[in-house]
């Protein structure tokens, strides 16, 4: 498998045991479940107070069930790349070396065509009016890999402020998390409906850290979109360089890099 260090599968799981993985952890975790409507991280078992949970947005319905079958046909029309802890992936961007933060046109040459209707819509949206995306990553969950992602936080060196995710073939739940060094582990599950939209800003994007956990997976393939910093943007330091991946992302001629 394309494990490596922590990461895990039920491959690599089976070859070195699931023992070798566990670790202990006795710390408190809280658990909380996001309102949308409200938009509050509301206690699992009401023993502890709601409390503002900012930078969530969720579009349902944001694809039809024709749309959604027309995606995954087209997805389906490019190989797959084995990723960490079960995952496939395809990559619609440029090449980066966050380290040593670099970045490498390459081989990119664009968002695939497929997205330029999505784009369209999203704009529709105030929150999403300017989005422009420069990268397009498309990932495939399945739970007979064990598929999974750890808890993280996107890099804010090149990628902007909207994390922008489509949901497709289930539900599936997000779970956020903060770790509080008084009272242990917060955590907030966001439950994402099949065919909806998904944007993390503000908060949701820098603070809170984000996971889709292995028993939370049934079968779902989804596409996250990732704008340029202000760095890239007009006004910054890599603003030649930031125009460049715009113009090539945004012709929608792009394959998997």
Excluded at 31 to 51: L, M
Excluded at 233 to 247: C, F, H, K, M
Aim: glycine share 6%.
């Amino acid at each position: 498998c394309a494990c490596k260090g922590v990461r895990r599968c039920l491959r690599c799981e089976k070859v070195k045991g699931q023992a070798a993985f566990e670790t202990n952890n006795p710390e408190l975790v809280h658990h909380y479940v996001y309102d949308a409507e409200a938009k509050q991280a509301v206690s699992r078992d009401g023993s502890a107070a709601s409390f503002p949970f900012h930078g969530v947005f969720l579009w349902e319905n944001f694809i039809s069930e024709e749309e959604e079958e027309h995606l995954i046909s087209s997805i389906d029309q490019n190989l797959w790349n084995e990723s960490q802890s079960g995952r496939r992936k395809q990559d619609f961007g440029p090449k980066v070396n966050f380290k040593k933060r670099r970045v490498c046109l390459g081989g990119f040459s664009g968002l695939p065509v497929s997205s330029r209707k999505l784009l369209e819509r999203m704009h529709q949206e105030p929150l999403l009016s300017d989005f422009r995306p420069v990268e397009q990553c498309n990932l495939d969950y399945h739970p007979q890999r064990g598929s999974a992602i750890d808890p993280h936080l996107d890099d804010s060196w090149l990628w902007g402020e909207r994390l922008v995710t489509i949901n497709m073939l289930s539900d599936t739940t997000l779970t956020m998390s903060l770790h509080d060094g008084l009272s242990g582990e917060v955590r907030v599950a966001v439950r994402l409906p099949r065919r909806c939209l998904l944007v993390l800003y503000s908060d949701a994007r820098h603070k809170w850290k984000h996971a889709v956990n292995r028993r939370d997976v049934v079968d779902r393939r989804c596409s996250t979109f990732r704008e340029l910093s202000a760095e890239f943007l007009p006004g910054g330091q890599e603003a030649q360089l930031g125009a460049q991946l715009l113009d090539i992302a945004l012709s929608f001629q792009g394959t998997p890099v």
